[in-house]
């Protein structure tokens, strides 16, 4: 199992302070959620995670089972098996979803010990079924033209066929209709083992009545402020951010 760590993370837009001193640490086995309003700085953590160019890490550091993750190129990133669902996926014109998969998965295989056309096939149609997922969806152009549940989806389809070792999954849940939501959870749940640790990003609890997370942190003004359990989301629900602003003082 792979451990990721996150040490007083601080992170810049265009020299704007986003994230200021952010600490979180991710083990194989657990599910962590962050959840928090809006313009918080989630994404950007997520980004600064898989290594954006737009994202500026200023101090801090973030490393995977001890290896330096922003010495490493993108590419490299996947390759130590840190998997990223964007919030906005980006669409790749003339690549086929199965093509970008297969790719994917090979690029993070030793030359010689690509995964075989027939065994790629098989695990993708096993998945797509398991996803309710239309089987059209394999040759289609990667993102172009999918509906907002149908990228949610895939990217769900592309964690399950990567197997990664941490994966950082950004809004995973936003714009789906509740059929998508349990499908997506339950994707995410067939996933879940020592070998495997998530940090699920969200603004609302309701996907976390699906997937129980280990451990819940709420981010305010560019860092974690509060962590708990599930119970925590539950009350955040119910309550919304302001008995926490209170509770630290924080004004808006
Ligand atoms: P969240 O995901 O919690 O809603 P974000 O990380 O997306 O928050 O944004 C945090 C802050 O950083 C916001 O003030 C947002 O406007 C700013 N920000 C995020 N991405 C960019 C960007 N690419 N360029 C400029 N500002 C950005
Ligand atoms: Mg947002
Ligand atoms: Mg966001």
Redesign the pocket.
């Known amino acids: 199992a792979s451990t990721l760590t996150i040490k007083d993370l601080h992170v810049s837009?265009?020299d704007?302070e986003?994230l200021k001193g952010v600490n979180l640490e991710i083990k194989g086995g657990e599910i962590h959620a962050i959840m928090?309003p809006?313009?918080?700085?989630?994404?950007?953590?997520s980004s600064a995670i898989m290594g954006h160019p737009?994202y500026e890490v200023t101090s801090g550091s973030i490393t995977l089972d001890g290896e330096d993750v922003l010495e490493m190129e993108v590419d490299e990133r996947a390759r130590a098996g840190l998997f990223l669902a964007m919030q906005y996926p980006s669409e790749i014109s003339g690549v086929t979803n199965s093509d970008f998969l297969r790719t994917s998965i090979n690029a993070r295989r030793e030359e010689g010990k690509e995964i075989s056309l027939m065994k790629f096939i098989r695990e993708m149609d096993n998945t797509m079924e398991l996803l309710e997922m239309d089987p059209n969806m394999a040759q289609r152009y990667l993102n172009e033209g999918f509906s907002g549940g149908e990228k949610k989806r895939n990217e769900i389809l592309q964690l399950m066929m990567l197997q990664p070792q941490i994966a950082i999954l950004d809004e995973i849940d936003s714009g789906l209709d509740i059929d998508a939501l349990k499908i997506v959870s339950k994707g995410i749940n067939e996933m879940r083992s020592s070998d495997f640790g998530c940090l699920i990003i969200t603004h609302y609890q309701r996907l976390l009545n699906y997937i129980t997370p280990d451990h819940v942190h709420v981010?305010m003004q560019g860092r974690i402020v509060k962590s708990g359990g599930p119970e925590l989301a539950q009350r955040l629900e119910a309550e919304g951010y302001d008995w926490i602003k209170a509770e630290l003082g924080i004004e808006d």
């Open positions: 837009i265009e704007k986003i928090g809006n313009g918080t700085g989630k994404s950007t953590l737009k981010m």
